[in-house]
């Protein structure tokens, strides 16, 4: 009877197994969360440069709401000073409270751009003051959704599907977020010109919440309808403990954060002061004129972000970073000629500018979004992720605050050091990233971590080749992807270690 009752248990199990593996099959075909999660970061992070050029613009005279001195130089920093510490807690968060995170960093994220519209008035101090505290709060939303779509990509790819391809899809959608700010204020000013400033600013910031609230409202009824599975994959440790009992783990986020951090110097200190840039290219401009010009800037790095995902399954993002930090180095070098040997030269200077955000975009902007799904296992994949992400924006905040001093002091000279800053990024991952990058400890499914229930028997629940308990095996592959042929290979080695790879276990 005893016997007899076991298999009855056994084949309930069995049951519910496939029966949640079906609904999550079902869900993995779909990546509409991390994808409009991605365009919201965009968009927010770049729709306040504009907003502020609305604000300050002076084509029909003074200022609307002129900009104070602090303004200046902290205002468009202070979502990236967010964006780091959500990127810190909220990737954290993650492996600590599975997809419950999602929520939190979403709602953080439309509460700050809805701020951001709705809250500032006043005196020009006090309506840069809340617009300034409200960015800060966006910014740790749109943070948090860096390593959470990242993380959720990864886990949601197929075991045929190449985990950098999949998480690569959904970043592209950033692209379009960086592009639409432009459009819209396009749209407000082609009918007459500048019109009420009052509304156009504040249109401009609070639609940036409309992408986290869809998503937001999307992943709420995912959650209490079931469809996703709410539990983290492995009872969260420190991520920092992880990485001191694990050295190899620091060795890659001094990679995946270090070539993070001086990517977005070189990106975000060109990126969010394009408008400052083609001032200084043509001379001064209507506002609709620099709005265009920007949107050129921008719309060029879509199909380079494009072609850069379709190079990440046959080359690799190790070879998608270096080899994007290097057409960047060569981009800025050739601006940095013109802009030494002439004053003159507009349309060169132009193109080349946008040759810099084709570099940006083909390589390190996907490469180094990509890199930290890769190397990683998914026990620590968000907070890992997040620690990464967090480097990049602390190399933004250094980009939007050192940008306009040296800029007023020489641009020639920013443009050098930006140079210097995209070989550094080069160099750190040709030499402290292996060419067996790759992470391939065995992965066990998201049914049979619903199915270890907390107390309960974890071995049926233990990943091949892993430790019950939630552990995993940390191996890295002798092999490195480059072919079909070399894939298939890892993928047998992801379930049978190489005695002669490095294997590390989580206690």
């Known amino acids: 009877a005893a ?52 604000m300050t613009n002076t084509d029909d005279g003074s200022a609307e709401v002129p900009e104070p001195g602090w303004a200046k130089n902290a205002l468009l920093g202070l979502v990236f000073a967010g964006a780091v510490c959500g990127m810190g807690v909220m990737g954290y968060l993650g492996d600590l409270l599975g997809r419950r995170a999602m929520l939190i960093t979403l709602g953080l994220t439309v509460v700050g751009a809805l701020g951001s519209a709705l809250f500032a008035w006043g005196s020009p101090g006090a309506v840069y003051g809340i617009i300034g505290a409200c960015r800060f709060v966006l910014g740790v939303g749109v943070g948090g959704i860096y390593p959470l779509s990242a993380a959720r990509s990864a886990e949601d790819a197929s075991d045929h599907e190449h985990i950098g391809k999949r998480v690569g899809k959904s970043f592209f959608w950033q692209m379009p977020g960086v592009v639409l700010p432009y459009v819209v204020a396009l749209l407000m000013l082609a009918p007459r010109g500048q019109g009420n400033v009052e509304l156009q600013f504040r249109l401009l910031l609070g639609l940036g919440a409309l992408p986290a609230a869809i998503v937001l409202a999307a992943e709420w009824s995912m959650q209490a309808s079931g469809a996703v599975p709410l539990k983290p994959r492995a009872p969260a ?56 010009q920007s949107l050129v800037v921008a719309a060029v790095g879509v199909p380079a972000a494009f072609f850069g995902i379709l190079t990440l399954q046959p080359k690799g993002a190790r070879w998608l970073n270096i080899t994007g930090f290097l057409f960047m180095a060569v981009s800025f070098a050739l601006l940095g000629i013109v802009y030494s040997a002439t004053s003159e030269a507009k349309t060169l200077k132009f193109l080349l500018l946008c040759l810099i955000m084709v570099a940006s975009n083909f390589g390190p902007q996907v490469a180094t979004y990509v890199l930290p799904t890769e190397v990683y296992p998914p026990n620590v994949r968000s907070s890992f992720h997040g620690l990464s992400a967090a480097s990049g924006k602390i190399g933004a905040v250094a980009g939007t605050f ?26 750190l991952t040709i030499y402290l990233l292996p060419r067996d990058y790759h992470y391939h400890g065995s992965t066990h499914s998201l049914a049979e971590s619903l199915l270890a229930e907390p107390g309960g028997d974890r071995r049926k629940a233990a990943p091949v080749g892993g430790l019950a308990n939630g552990s995993s095996a940390v191996t890295f592959s002798s092999v490195r992807r480059q072919n079909s042929d070399s894939d298939d290979n890892d993928s047998r080695s992801a379930d049978s270690p190489s005695v002669d790879s490095p294997v590390a276990t989580d206690a």
């Open 3 to 54: 016997t007899a009752g076991m298999a009855a248990q056994d084949d309930a199990g069995q049951g519910r197994a496939v029966q949640l593996q079906d609904v999550l099959v079902k869900h993995k075909k779909s990546s509409f969360v991390p994808s409009l999660g991605n365009f919201s970061i965009q968009y927010n992070l770049t729709s306040a440069s504009i907003a502020v050029a609305f």
């Open 237 to 292: 440790r420190n991520p920092l403990l992880v990485a001191w009992e694990h050295r190899e783990h620091l060795r890659s986020l001094a990679v995946t954060g270090g070539s993070w951090f001086f990517f977005d110097i070189a990106y975000y200190g060109t990126a969010i002061f394009t408008p400052t840039l083609l001032k200084d290219i043509f001379g001064k401009d209507s506002l609709i004129d620099v709005t265009w």
């Open 402 to 427: 050192l940008f306009p001093p040296i800029n007023d002091a020489s641009t020639a000279g920013l443009i050098w050091m930006q140079v210097a800053v995209s070989l550094i990024g080069a160099l």
